[in-house]
């Protein structure tokens, strides 16, 4: 069986957490399970593009589906710092994917269908694409009276849902907006849109703390609760699966010992996951957990993090 490791994510902060629970995640699953061996491959574009050994300074995957396709980012010197989305498979290897003029671009996810989305700069306009290894890049534009967009999931129809202007949007043959607790011009970020079409991530409350949302057509945006006052807790949905289950982090008041625990929804009933409970030799270790994936049927990935020893500790969460 091979597997590709991913270890790092970029982008938005939410994003970041959930790869790090992905990273995690493999490995407890190869603890769980040493008799299963896996094929480790390097998906960097130093071994495939001559002369780009000594010249990236970093690679992030961010997206992969069931076929192992990964995309992500990576950052070339002498760009001053902007980065180059790209597209990896086993057969086809490293594929850098670019607007015209080669602007900077990440891509953060991929659908089984391999439609990529992210965001890349076309002539100055930063806006949401589509890619297919078959064809080339598609700028999406953005929604109407509107400047930017930034495509952060997509299902197997090939909805895609997009960060614009910092407030949630749908593109579904049309654009569609997502909402936020704030009103029309709210924050809001969308993280994971499943193949119903339900759409799960975060929103600014009007206290001004991130709350999880999902979303419909027929309900519209929804408050998924948390597990603190109302005064004084946050949250993100990070994911759904096609059962409707949402995962991600709420917050206890600040001042308690674990102010951050790992959530599983459904059908309205937040479920604490709770933190990693294993005594640790160190003083003064604050302990949170995350959610980051339900697509696997009752099985969801994230990691506990032991933010006195800054690192996380691996958890297999399930049901």
């Known amino acids: 069986m091979k597997t590709v490791f991913l270890v790092s994510r970029a982008a938005q902060v939410a994003i970041l957490i959930a790869l790090l629970g992905f990273g995690w995640d493999t490995l407890s699953v190869l603890e769980a399970q040493p008799a299963v061996r896996y094929q480790v491959f ?105 400047f930017s967009s930034q495509g952060f999931a997509i299902n197997d129809a090939g909805s895609i849902v997009c960060e614009v202007d ?47 949302f999902l979303w ?20 993100i949905a990070f994911d759904i699966n096609e059962s409707g289950v949402v995962v991600g982090y709420s917050s206890y008041d600040r001042n308690t010992p674990t102010p951050r625990h790992a959530f599983r929804w459904e059908d309205g009933v937040m479920t604490d996951l709770g933190t990693h409970t294993e005594p640790l030799r160190r003083r003064s270790i604050r302990r949170r957990s995350v959610a980051c994936s339900s697509r696997r049927a009752g099985r969801w990935r994230g990691s506990a993090f032991c933010e006195g020893l800054g690192q996380p500790v691996p958890r297999w969460l399930r049901a």
Not at 114 to 140: E, K, P, Y
Not at 216 to 235: C, K, P, Q, V, Y
Request: hydrophobic share 35%; no cysteine; net charge negative.
């Open 166 to 212: 910092h407030h949630a949007w749908l593109l579904d043959g049309e654009w569609i907006d997502v909402g936020s607790f704030q009103g029309e011009f709210g924050g809001s970020a969308p993280l994971a849109i499943n193949n119903s079409g339900a759409v799960v991530g975060s929103s600014d409350s009007m206290e001004g703390d991130a709350r999880p």
């Open 216 to 235: 419909t057509r027929e309900a519209g945006i929804r408050d998924l609760g948390s597990f603190g006052s109302e005064s004084d807790n946050g949250g």
């Open 42 to 146: 390097d998906i960097g574009p130093g071994g495939e593009f001559p002369g780009f050994v000594n010249d990236v300074l970093q690679d992030m995957p961010i997206g992969i589906n069931e076929k192992g396709e990964v995309v992500g980012m990576y950052f070339p010197q002498g760009t001053g710092g902007d980065s180059r989305a790209f597209y990896w498979s086993e057969s086809g290897g490293f594929v850098t994917i670019a607007p015209p003029g080669d602007g900077r671009s990440a891509a953060y996810a991929i659908n089984e269908s391999g439609v990529v989305t992210g965001f890349a700069d076309f002539d100055r306009r930063i806006h949401a694409f589509s890619w297919t290894a078959a064809g080339d890049i598609v700028d999406l534009g953005t929604a109407p009276l509107r």
